[in-house]
Every structure is written in structure tokens, then in C-alpha cells.
């Protein structure tokens, strides 16, 4: 089949002129969250009933870091299990969403600032399915995956987010899917499992920062947060590698003069991991 033939099928069934869709960050917090019905699973599976049912999901995740770009151009993107420790329940999940090699290649004919790479080894990795699953449960959404360069620093992913700002009038639904706070080695675990991940409880330096993102988001200020390492001292307790981080920055880049921002799932757990989410949609 011809993939711009296909993309031209694909888009001629998609409102071209219609309201954008909403853009979504999501704290996905521990792996647990895509087979447990907790406050933040049960909000992601609210959340899809609030907004337009999308055509196709484009998740960037904090677990697929390249040198480059990559897109996922498969028909069948298969289920990463990208994480140690956990009961074999998690392991055993499969989500069979279909991929869209058309709308693969029409994403990477969009972005000019770099070479992308059309990537048919990777798949969805928990920071996609354990959100997406609860969202579509069905799997009959297209899902793609687009990955982090992480040889490029913040200005780069916020700018390179722009450049995919027409697929939101496409009926393409972008996820950012990472954690704000993100600090493993200074999660607090008394218990010593997986249950501690979601204790309610934040570090005063977490507060801190959390709401510190918090304030620029819904101020739409965004060059603080670009600049992430100048905005608080606690910065580098919050943020000791941008991998969660970047995601953000993308969902931000999506963000139109039209755009109200919300936020949802505002919770600090372990001391050093915040859920806090953010739902970007033109105002009424």
C-alpha cells in the first residue's frame, strides 16, 4: 500500500477545520497505575469520556530516550514490560491498539528541525499503555509513540512540539507521559514495595516545585519552565535527570493563544514523585 496514498485516506476521514484537541500531560506515576483502578487510573478513564474521541494517540514518553528521533511505524506496535520488581500481573497485560504507518510518515514530513526516523522495533512502553489501556480500553485507537532525543536539551523539544500543532485539528490526541517530580532515589519506602509508590506524601522541597510548575502552567508561562533549572533551588532534587521532565515541555509546545490549561491528579506520593497532570483545550 502507499503510505501517502494511506495518509491521504486517513485524513480525508478527520475534521480539517474543526476545534483542536485537547493536549494532555499525564504523571503516570508507578506501573501499578495500568492494572489498578486507583484515583489517578479511574480520572484518565473519566477524562476520555469528557473529551472528543480521537482518531489516533501520539504519547511521548519519559521510557523511549534515542539519539535522534524515532516515530513508531508499525501496524502493531507490541506491549513493553520496560520494568523490574513488579507482580507478574503487569507483565502478563497486553495492549494490541493498532499503529498507523501513514500518520507515522505524515508526522515526520511535519517535523523539518530534524531528520525522524520511522521505527518499527520499539512499541508501547508503560509510560504509554498503563495510561492509554484505562483511557481506550477497547485498543481499537491507533497509538504511536515519538521518542526524546536525549542528546538535545528543553528549547529543542519545546520547539520541536510546535511543529506538530496541525495534527490537533486532525483529530490526533498528543500525550506528554512522564512526572513532573520525578526522584526514585529519594522516594520514601518504609514498607519497602511497590504499595509505597502510591502513598500520599511529598518531600517540603517537592511541594515546593510542584507548585512552582504549577503557577507557570496555568499562568501559561512557559520560559520559566524551558529554563527549569534556574526557576527553584530545588530544581535538581525535583528534576536530577530531565527524562519525565521533557514531556512537559512538548504537551506545552502544543499549547494555542486559545488554549485554557488545567490541572488534575495534583498529588505528591513517596516524598519525590508528583502525579500533577495537565489538560490543555480551547476555552469555551
Known sequence: MNTLSAFRRFTESLPQEGSPMPVLFIGHGSPMNGIEHTEFSDYWSKLATEIPVPKAVLVVSAHWLTRGTRITAMDFPPTIHDFGGFPQALFDVRYPAPGDAALAQETKSLIQ????????????????????????????????????????????????????STLRKKGVLMIGSGNMVHNLRMVHMPNRNVDDFNKEYGYDWAVEMNEAFKKHVLNGDHEPLIR?????????????????????????????????????????LAGSLSMTSVKLAASN
Do not use: C
Open 113 to 164: 528541525s530534524t531528520q525522524v526516523e520511522l521505527d518499527h522495533d520499539w512499541g508501547l512502553d508503560h509510560g504509554t499503555w498503563t495510561v492509554v489501556r484505562h483511557m481506550y480500553p477497547g485498543a481499537t485507537i491507533p497509538v504511536l509513540q515519538l521518542s526524546i532525543d536525549f542528546t538535545k536539551g528543553p528549547q529543542y523539544h519545546y520547539e520541536l512540539a510546535k511543529e506538530l
Open 228 to 268: 527549569y533549572e534556574k526557576l527553584h533551588k530545588a530544581a535538581t532534587l525535583a528534576i536530577p535527570t530531565p527524562d519525565h521532565y521533557y514531556p512537559l515541555l512538548y504537551t506545552l509546545g502544543l499549547q494555542d493563544k486559545n488554549d485554557e490549561a488545567s490541572i488534575f491528579n495534583d498529588k505528591l
